[in-house]
């Protein structure tokens, strides 16, 4: 059986796909303005080193049974867009299908995989999603993608792999075997309040056992800053305002908390600067990259709030108070007993959110007030 190369995703994976805003009509003038802006940003110095290109780069048929890029939007072609990619300091990923076509119906890796995984080593791939569209009639995903993980391990380079099979087939159970570094657990995220609950609150909550250093569930990329701009498909029924700025901070504070990729999706040419401090915050990223590797479980909740917990490799834990009702909520209460700590502990507690230190606790911590739709992630630590 294939294990994964535990040392290519030792913590969640960050970077930026194209698919939210771009779509289809991505091109290479368009990434060449994201690796600026990623470094620009201080994105790539806080983590976000992978750039990848989704569905839409492939020209309509192979060559020489190869796969190719379009080159009217990728006029320099994807080697030398990789190599300026790599210039940048960024990492550099690609998009194929396990069927027979692409999800947008272009050329696709299923029979191919083997030369497929050789033509993104020589072309200097570091990162391949793999999604789910088209797989002939009465086939099932796990063996195709079994094979194309056996693939890139064959390569001659580090890839790493993100199957996006919507989590269809149990996966998270055996992504992990097939070679995955990540794995998508549901459909696509759309720029509005209804999918992030869903993805984020509802669909997540069991499947905690299954990510750890190596490998881990992906509900998706990251909407914050898109504002309802964007890919169609994504921001369908946003209303061309998409979330507000409470519902972004959550949506990013969540993904933290579980563990989730941290793959940005806005187009940041034209992020207003308040999405991009949601992305840029230290201390919540810090804890989406504890070395242990923990996702975050759904303890109980009270009232209308939400409590997730996440134990950190220092001893510490990560505690998200979200609220999800429609009205304000305060004075939302955790057992220090439940989260781990002994009886008698005194538990200094530090916003991770404000950076501000909310004093010394015994027996209980009790948040502030928590606005509809937002969020208190603090860190608890014994003192
Ligand atoms: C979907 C996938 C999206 C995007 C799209 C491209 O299946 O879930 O994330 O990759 O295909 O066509």
Known sequence: MQTTKTNLAPVPPMGWNSWNSFGAPITEADVRATADRMVELGLVELGYRYLNIDDGWQAPARVDGRLTWNAE?????????????????????????????????????????????????????????????????????????????????????????????????????WA??????????????????????????????????????????????LVVGMRGRGNPEVVEGSEGKGCTDDEYRTHFALWCLQCAPLIIGGDLRTMAPEHLDILRQRRLIAVNQDPLGLQARNLYHHRNVQVWAKPLADGGVAVGFFNLGPKPERYCPAMLATL?????????????????????????????EIRPHACEVVRLEEV
């Open 340 to 368: 781990g700590f002994a009886e008698t502990a005194r538990v200094r507690a530090l916003d991770l959110g404000t950076g501000e230190d909310r004093g010394v606790f015994t027996r209980y911590y009790e948040t502030g």
């Open 73 to 173: 939007t990728f006029p320099s072609g994807i080697p030398a867009l990789a190599e300026h990619v790599h210039a940048k300091g960024l990492k550099f990923g690609i998009y194929s299908c396990s069927g027979s076509r692409t999800c947008l119906g272009l050329p696709s890796s299923y029979g191919y995989e083997e030369t497929d995984a050789r033509t993104f080593a020589e072309w200097g791939v570091d990162f391949l999603k793999y999604d789910f569209c088209f797989l002939p009639h009465d086939i099932k995903g796990r063996p195709s993608y079994e094979r194309m993980g056996r693939a890139l391990r064959q390569s001659g380079r580090d890839i790493v792999y993100s199957i996006c099979n919507w989590g269809f087939e149990d996966s998270p159970t």
């Open 176 to 221: 992990r075997h097939a070679g995955a570094h990540l794995w998508r657990t549901t459909y696509d995220i759309k720029d509005n309040w209804n999918s992030i609950y869903d993805l984020g609150f509802r669909k997540q909550k069991d499947l905690a056992p299954f990510a750890g250093p190596g490998g881990w569930n992906d509900p998706d990329m």
